[in-house]
């Protein structure tokens, strides 16, 4: 599909509403309805606490696309 294409990415929606907790240099997250996420072309940035890919960024042209495999963030 083209959006799979942007995001260089496949993505399946979550089965249940699971909790993501995400570390980013200290500042500790929390989220909602994690996506999981196989990365194509995307490169990883940055990880889940459980390890499954939470940030990821697709080269597309001469910009950048960014996907947040998350819902929500609190």
Sequence with gaps: SRVRALLGLKRTPPAENRLARLDLGGAKLRGT??????????????????????????????????????????
């Design 33 to 74: 309805g994690a996506w999981s996420v196989e990365p194509g072309t995307a490169k990883v940035v940055a990880r889940f606490t459980d390890g499954q890919p939470a940030l990821l960024a697709n080269q597309v042209g001469k910009g950048t696309v960014a996907y947040l495999a998350t819902s929500a963030f609190y």
